[in-house]
């Protein structure tokens, strides 16, 4: 079914770029999704998708790194469309989460309700779905997060999200929605699909068993002071094994995770302060105990991954995704990118971005790879 | 005073008045307990957000504990298992091992049956060699008779011989009317000598007949011995058969007392394994007890996060009261 199509282009010119990706994308599309790197002016791109599809509406982020149908991709433009057919879809720009994102809830709740969400429902993981798109640097994720999930009375709507980038340069971020540009902002896309959808975390780290207790820490800053009663740094390196002055070479290798059952919430180190302190990608409060992960075969785990995921599809008609900047850099120093994309093309229509952060559901998460597929599910 | 208490409007729009009116240090005061109650609710859902975690680090050491008690249970399960595999294939080696005496017995009741026949046949053997035996006796003693009758006629041709001699000496001293006499006489005594060589004829063959019954009675003498022997034998083998039978049954007994201990082991053995089965199950329910208690804490620490989240907005907000500015 035509209801989802992808394309990227590594064309610099902007004109010709969009006039390229329009040769694939529906031609009277409901919604365009474009994941943009910062190579190219995103305010220019942001008036030009707006001009060529004056009837859909235009969600745009900046990335550090675009996945495309191909796989992964540097300094390009991916996008998706999204056919009229596919379902009721409605984009809101939420103008400030990084301090009064609360101001934005009704805006939200009228939004949903527009396009015939039940936020008061107790089965909500059957009213839609939504992405998020927040800026990145501002560690407002979490806010954006609670702010959105505040509008439905129960837990379980589906959240899919991730954080915009900035080809690593953290200077800023951008999101853009229907016209609207928005360094402080994020982007929410409430739908009420017409077809199934089914999500999947890629989490490819294991366990060493090695725990830290963070016992000093301010959430609000993503910063830990202390674990295990010692300096952050110095309790981090002890635990990889490596001097603390190095622990910065070889964390990405050894994020930190919250163990629930046999799955892992991972968060990322982001920064060292002078102090020997930590700043995270992801909240981190005191009296947390993380234990210190070690990545698995980022192929067979690739593999893995799309073969569960497509088991799932009696059809499957497009795929977004978003993967942590960590693994990117990861994958592209060990020079993993061909074989991992071998594997990738497979999936249908897949557009998608290297993010700052993933959120899932009510979670903001390091170091992973969310993957969303729309068609039919398979009935067992 | 009293009518002006009753018009509720007036009064609610007076409090209304008032609230518009606060003054700067009522303010100041409003704020002050805003961000005193901010600090309280940050160190209570610290505590919280601690007591979680060590809810959950206790969870993780129970699941673990249950884990490792699972992974032996499991392992002893699966040895109680072979140990039923083990049993009953003994009990089906037993079970097989009894059929198998079962049928030696009866061929070795087949075989004593056999000996008997053999042994009456044997019997019969033997009667008939008396019966020969006594026939050959009695043609002995018959034939002794003939010896006798020949001795007889012997005696008879001997004096005929003589009466004949004397009869030819009577006929010579008659002289010539003698001669006619003496011819007869001579020819008398031809016969009576021929009588007697014939006589010897008959003595030599019954001589030689008493001989052969002689040989024959030597014979049968000798295979009654045999026959005796071989019918010791057949009582010896009969009670040979006796005794296999016996340590036959002997066998039989100790199978079904192997088999009867191999039931109650088995039993008792199923009964373990049934009682290991139900405390694995129990210990899986305890990890999906676990697995909930995992995902209620997931949620929580979500709920936790959202708390954290929306004290640092209230934060923000009571900042820009103070600020009067946003």
């Known amino acids: ?44 791109l942001t008036t030009s998708f707006s001009k060529k599809y004056p009837k859909a509406q235009i969600v745009g982020v900046t990335t550090t790194g675009e996945i495309g149908p191909n796989g992964f991709e540097e300094f390009s433009l991916s996008a998706q469309s999204y056919s009229s057919q596919f379902g009721t879809i ?42 998020v798109f927040p800026v990145g640097l501002q560690a407002a994720e979490e806010k954006m997060l609670s702010v959105v999930n505040s509008i439905f009375a129960h837990d379980g709507f589906p959240i899919f999200g991730g954080t915009a980038g900035d080809d690593a340069k953290f200077d800023t971020t951008y999101v853009s929605v229907n016209g609207d540009i928005s360094s402080t902002g994020g982007a929410v896309i409430l739908i009420k699909p017409n077809v199934d959808f089914y999500i999947l975390k890629e989490n490819n780290f294991d366990s060493t068993g090695k725990k830290l207790k963070i016992t000093k820490a301010d959430a609000q800053k993503r910063i830990v002071y202390e674990m295990n009663g010692i300096q952050a740094t110095e309790a981090y390196a002890k635990a990889i094994g490596v001097p603390a002055k190095d622990l910065s070479k070889y964390w990405s290798l050894h994020p930190l995770g919250r163990k629930f059952s046999e799955d892992f919430y991972n968060a990322s180190p982001f ?75 497979q999936l249908p229509n897949l557009c998608g971005f290297s993010s700052y952060g993933e959120q899932l559901y009510k979670s903001q998460l390091n170091q992973t790879m969310l993957l969303i597929g729309f068609g039919k599910l398979r009935v067992e | 005073m009293l009518k002006s208490l009753f018009k509720k409007e007036h009064l609610a729009e007076q409090v209304h008045q008032e609230v518009l009116e606060l003054s700067d240090e009522e303010r100041e005061q409003i704020i002050t307990s805003l961000e005193e109650l901010l600090n309280l609710l940050k160190n209570a859902s610290a505590k919280n957000t601690e007591g979680d975690s060590i809810f959950m680090e206790h969870i993780t050491d129970i699941a673990e504990s249950i884990r490792e008690d699972q992974v032996i249970l499991k392992a002893t399960y699966e040895s109680a298992q072979v140990i039923v595999q083990e049993t009953e294939e003994i009990q089906q080696i037993t079970e097989s091992v009894e059929s198998q ?114 040989g024959v009675v030597d014979y049968i003498n000798k295979e009654q011995q045999t026959v005796n022997q071989a019918q010791k034998m057949s009582l010896v083998t009969k ?53 909930t ?29 103070k600020n009067n500015q946003l």
């Open chain 1, 271 to 345: 920064d060292v302060k002078s102090s020997g302190a930590i700043e995270f990608y992801c909240q981190v409060y005191e009296g947390a105990i993380l234990e210190v992960l070690q990545p698995r075969d980022a192929i067979k785990e690739m593999q893995k991954t799309i073969d569960h995921f497509t088991n799932h599809f009696g059809e499957l008609y497009g795929v977004l995704a978003c993967n942590c900047i960590l693994r990117k850099l990861q994958f592209k120093q060990e020079h993993l990118f061909q074989p991992l994309n071998d594997r990738l093309k």
């Open chain 2, 239 to 291: 009670e040979y058969f006796d005794r296999i039978e016996l340590s036959e049954r002997g066998v039989s007994e100790s199978m079904g007392t192997i088999q009867d201990a191999t039931e109650q082991t088995l039993q008792q053995i199923v009964k373990f394994k049934n009682q290991l089965e139900q405390v694995v199950q129990s210990g899986q329910s305890s990890m999906d007890g676990i697995e």
């Open chain 2, 101 to 214: 005496v079962i049928s030696n017995r009866q061929l070795i009741q087949e075989g004593s049956n056999q000996m008997n026949h053999l042994s009456e046949q044997m019997d019969n053997v033997s009667g008939i060699f008396v019966n020969v035996g006594e026939s050959i006796n009695e043609l002995q003693k018959e034939t002794g008779e003939i010896m006798e009758f020949s001795k007889l006629i012997g005696g008879i041709a001997d004096q005929t011989n003589l009466l004949a001699l004397n009869a030819s000496i009577e006929a010579a001293r008659a002289g010539d009317h003698g001669k006619g006499f003496a011819v007869v006489a001579s020819e008398v005594r031809k016969l009576a000598e021929q009588s007697k060589n014939a006589l010897n004829q008959i003595n030599g063959k019954v001589t030689q007949i008493m001989e052969y019954m002689e």
């Open chain 1, 90 to 131: 409605n984009a809101v720009m939420m103008n400030d989460i990084v301090k009064y994102p609360i101001f934005e809830r009704e805006n939200l709740v009228q939004a949903a309700k527009a396009i015939g969400i039940n936020t008061q429902s107790k089965t909500v993981e059957k009213e839609g779905l939504a992405f």
């Open chain 2, 293 to 321: 208690l995992y995902r209620f804490s997931e949620k929580k620490s979500y709920n936790a996060n959202d708390m954290i989240t929306y004290i640092i907005q209230i934060k923000d907000l009571v900042e820009a009261l």
């Open chain 1, 1 to 44: 079914m035509d209801f989802i199509r992808s394309a990227l282009t590594k064309t610099k010119s902007i004109s010709h770029a969009i006039e390229e990706l329009a040769k694939t994308l529906h031609k009277e599309p409901a919604l365009v999704l474009f994941f943009t790197s910062t190579d190219y002016s995103f305010e220019e």
